[in-house]
């Protein structure tokens, strides 16, 4: 982060995706992480909608950062992303009807969806139009990954299914609490926890 | 009426629990509950603000949208309405409870991307649009199962802290898996109603 100037688009894309990934690893935007995870077509879905509204408030706020006073900077981006998400909204009951039932509250919610707001100061506000949408994509397409991981998991486990296609027949019987309420927290604090235990092990390598 | 009153308080405090069972305020109950009387003064803070929110959106949207037919912008305007709730707490604990004010820290000025109250908001529009008193009631009540269930996390923590958790595990893991055991427990009441 030092050098601003060596920041290349593709290294501020890889933070986003890997390095600071906003879910296993700077811990953000956890309710929607946990509750609409249920099956991969909501988690892809869910990821994709914050992903676009995660680009295109990155590059509305970098563009007006040198116009916005300091002092209303919070309120102002809250209103930004809310301009954007009931756009988003909108036009997913148009052309999503299906998926916009299912996702539900949750789509306006991402207004509150912490990693927005997080990225608008942190990232947008100090930094270039190009380099914002780029962080928007990179951050959105973190976010989505790990959506999918965990919505991957609990579908396979909770509905015995993947993508809606039945995976064991009738002999195996899904453990349905995995897509219940529990099993959102279970599956996200095993895999948090096991995700530190590589970082851990792979630091220790690198040292010897 | 009483019933009605009864049961929108069991259902707000445990089988349709903010935080056990919509996923709904988790950063706060994760971020906040590692100290009892801190869980205890930001679930405070929330029913405050929650209630407030509930009675000054529920206004809005009965008396500036629905008339001009401007439903569209719900959440823009909730969250500005919020948004301005929360400066006001924030500058009433600065001013009344220093103590608890420094305990919140960050979390406090957090309130406003807190997804309950905005969730409370636009629950409240879907099924009470027509009672006031009853979104205000929801409001309410759905505060006060966030401030349950942050403090009895936070109960839950304090022990935690004492005990050996193996190291990845520690902190934000064990806390979910915590979480996902209290969220069992809470499916207990799943089906419980009256009237």
């Known amino acids: ?208 | 009426m009483a019933v009605q009153i009864v049961s929108i308080l069991l259902s707000a405090l445990l089988t349709e629990n903010f935080v056990m069972v919509k996923f709904l305020g988790i950063c706060p109950f994760l971020g906040v509950s590692k100290k009892t009387e801190t869980a205890f003064g930001m679930g405070m803070a929330v029913t405050f603000v929650m209630a407030l929110a509930s009675a000054f959106t529920w206004l809005a949207n009965k008396f500036l949208l629905i008339p001009f037919g401007l439903d569209y912008l719900q959440t823009i305007l909730f969250i500005l309405i919020i948004a301005g709730l929360v400066q006001f707490v924030e500058m009433f604990i600065k001013k009344s409870l220093p103590s608890l004010y420094n305990a919140l820290g960050i979390y406090l000025p957090l309130i406003t991307t807190n997804c309950a109250v905005l969730g409370v908001t636009l629950l409240n529009v879907q099924n009470y649009a027509d009672s006031f008193i009853f979104s205000l009631l929801n409001g309410t009540f759905s505060a006060l199962g966030f401030t349950l269930a942050i403090v009895l996390m936070a109960g839950i923590r304090e022990y935690l802290d004492e005990d050996a958790v193996p190291e990845c595990f520690r902190g934000f893991p064990i806390a979910l898996l915590t979480a996902g055991l209290m969220s069992i427990a809470f499916m207990g009441f799943s089906g419980f109603s009256i009237g």
């Open chain 1, 1 to 208: 982060m030092a050098d601003e100037n060596k920041k290349t688009a593709m290294s501020v894309f890889k933070n986003g995706l890997f390095t600071e990934n906003p879910t296993f690893m700077q811990l953000l935007g956890m309710c929607p992480t946990l509750a609409v995870t249920t099956s991969l077509q909501n988690g892809l879905g869910m990821g994709l909608s914050a992903t676009a509204v995660l680009i295109c408030s990155n590059l509305l706020i970098s563009l007006l950062r040198k116009i916005i006073p300091d002092k209303v900077r919070i309120a102002a981006y809250i209103v930004i992303i809310a301009a954007f998400v009931t756009v988003i909204d909108m036009s997913l009951q148009a052309f999503m009807p299906d998926l916009a039932s299912s996702l539900g509250l949750f789509i306006p919610l991402i207004v509150v969806n912490c990693i927005i707001l997080a990225r608008a100061e942190a990232f947008a506000s100090k930094n270039g139009p190009l380099h914002s949408a780029v962080d928007g994509l990179g951050m959105g397409l973190g976010f989505t990954g790990a959506l999918c991981i965990i919505s991957a998991i609990r579908e396979i486990l909770g509905a015995g299914t993947i993508w809606g296609i039945t995976l064991y027949g009738t002999h195996v019987q899904p453990a349905t609490i995995m897509i219940m309420a529990p099993g959102g927290f279970i599956v996200l604090g095993l895999l948090i926890g096991t995700i530190n235990f590589i970082v851990k092990k792979t630091k220790k390598g690198a040292d010897k």
